[in-house]
């Protein structure tokens, strides 16, 4: 069961991760179209939001601490820059490293799954 629910946890991440990376490439390409779009900041927030809570429960499950370490440091990558948007309104490009990072944990997470 445990293995199973922390499945789910790691494609949840992939998703966000993967969903989040094509939300920060592709909006700024809209966003210079003429229909009136604008960013709105609290997607972000919402992505880096359902990322801490998808690490934070896989986390607890995993023994490999550089996993760990590769998992936190991606999310906390990705908030300080969300933290960063919404004060000083500056969109730091760390925010891909951490997007990638955060994939790429999930993925090596998934695949050490035992079947």
């Avoid at 490999?64 to 990705?78: F, G, N, P």
């Amino acid at each position: 069961m445990k293995n199973s629910t922390t499945k789910k946890f790691d494609v949840l991440g992939i998703s966000s991760a993967v969903l989040c990376l094509i939300h920060c490439l592709v909006f700024p390409l809209i966003t210079i179209l003429p229909i009136g779009l604008s960013h709105n900041h609290w997607i972000d927030l919402l992505f880096a939001s359902i990322g801490i809570y998808a690490v934070a429960k896989i986390t607890k499950n995993i023994d490999s601490k550089s996993l760990r370490i590769l998992l936190w440091s991606s999310i906390l990558l990705i908030t300080a820059c969300v933290i960063i948007t919404l004060v000083f309104h500056y969109h730091s490009n760390f925010i891909y490293l951490g997007a990638l990072g955060l994939i790429l944990g999930h993925l090596i997470n998934f695949k050490n799954h035992k079947h």
